[in-house]
C-alpha cells in the first residue's frame, strides 16, 4: 500500500498492532521514504521475535512509531535499515511516542549521514533494556557522518537506557 510517496511494508492508523514471528524484507533503489513498520497512534501493542530488513536509498525505517503510540513492546527482533545515502533508522520513535519499551533486540542502522539505531524524537519515558545497538557509517573515513547508535533529539526527556552493548563501525 503507498501513502505520501512513500513505501510500506505494513502501515497502520489503527489502535493497536501485534507482530509475532513474522520476516520482513523491503528491497528498493528508488524509493525515498521507506518502512517496514509505520504506525500512528498505536498503543498495548506487541512486535515480538521478528527479522525487519530495509534496504533502499533514503530516510529507511525498520519500525516508524509516530504521533501518540505509547506503551509499545518491542522485543526479541532483528531490525536492520540499510540504505545507500542518509537516513537509515532501525527504530524511530517520534512526537509523543511515549512509554514504550525496546528489550532484548539487535538494531541497526546502516548508511551515510544522520543514521541511527535508535532515534527518539519529542518523545518520554521509554525504556532501551538490553539491545545490540550497532552503527555503520558508509563513509571511509568516518568523519562528519553523524553516527548514533540512541540519538535523542528535541523535546525527549525521562528516557531510560540501561545494559545495552553499543558498537560502531
Known amino acids: 500500500e503507498n501513502h505520501d510517496d512513500a513505501e510500506h511494508c505494513c502501515y497502520n492508523k489503527g489502535n493497536f498492532i501485534d507482530l509475532i514471528f513474522l520476516e520482513f524484507l523491503l528491497n528498493s533503489n528508488d524509493i525515498i521514504d521507506f518502512f ?30 509516530f504521533t501518540a503510540c505509547e506503551n509499545n513492546l518491542i522485543e526479541n527482533n532483528t531490525i536492520n535499515a540499510s540504505g545507500n545515502t542518509i537516513g537509515s533508522v532501525g527504530v524511530y520513535l517520534s512526537t509523543q511516542s511515549n ?30 533494556e538490553n539491545n545490540s545497538l550497532l552503527g555503520y557509517s558508509s563513509y571511509l573515513d568516518n568523519t562528519d557522518s553523524d553516527i548514533y547508535n540512541v540519538f535523542l533529539s528535541t523535546g525527549s526527556k525521562y528516557n531510560v537506557i540501561r545494559n545495552n552493548s553499543l558498537f560502531i563501525q
Open 36 to 65: 517496514i513498520l509505520n504506525s500512528k497512534n498505536i498503543s498495548n501493542s506487541f512486535i515480538i521475535n521478528n527479522t525487519i530488513q530495509t534496504n533502499g536509498t533514503t530516510n529507511n525505517y525498520g519500525i516508524y512509531l
Open 99 to 128: 512509554n514504550n519499551t525496546l528489550r532484548n533486540n539487535i538494531i541497526s542502522g546502516r548508511g551515510t549521514a544522520t543514521s541511527h539505531s535508535v532515534y527518539i524524537y519529542a518523545s518520554d519515558n521509554n525504556l532501551l
